[in-house]
């Protein structure tokens, strides 16, 4: 079983920055792929970043390259979502994820296919 804890959101104006964590419980963390999707009020729940269970490989949400970086703390059991030159339209709840599979790789998942989730924590941009 994982547990997974969000923090780090916030209200931030557009062209900001801001770091979410994503505590995990559980021994098996270090060999799982972790990632993070959002959902915006009205709208369907989009991937945005994975990274691999070994932290070789990450993969993004065209509209995130460049701006987001995803990074795993294997020590402290954390993923981590640095968020730079945020916009109005990064505004959205955003959730840490794993599909939970030994090994996993990192690629454009689909939210069907997630077997633990965090709660989600609020990021809103200000224009």
């Known amino acids: ?3 997974l804890v969000e923090s780090g959101g916030g209200l931030v104006q557009a062209g900001g920055s801001l770091r979410l964590s994503c505590a995990a419980s559980g021994r098996t963390f270090s060999s799982y792929a972790m990632g993070w ?3 915006a009020p009205g709208k369907e729940r989009e991937f945005v970043a ?3 269970w070994s932290g070789g490989t990450t993969y993004y949400l065209d509209s995130v390259k460049g701006r987001f ?3 795993t703390d294997n020590a402290k059991n954390t993923v981590y979502l640095q968020m730079n030159m945020l916009k109005p339209e990064d505004t959205a709840v955003y959730y840490c994820t794993t599909p939970g599979i030994h090994y996993g790789g990192a690629e454009k998942w689909n939210y069907t296919g997630m077997r633990y989730w965090g709660k989600g924590t609020l990021v809103t941009v200000s224009s």
Do not use: G, N
Request: charged fraction near 10%; aromatic fraction near 8%.
């Open 1 to 3: 079983q994982v547990q």
């Open 69 to 71: 970086t995803i990074s």
């Open 37 to 39: 999707f959002r959902q």
């Open 50 to 52: 994975a990274i691999s």
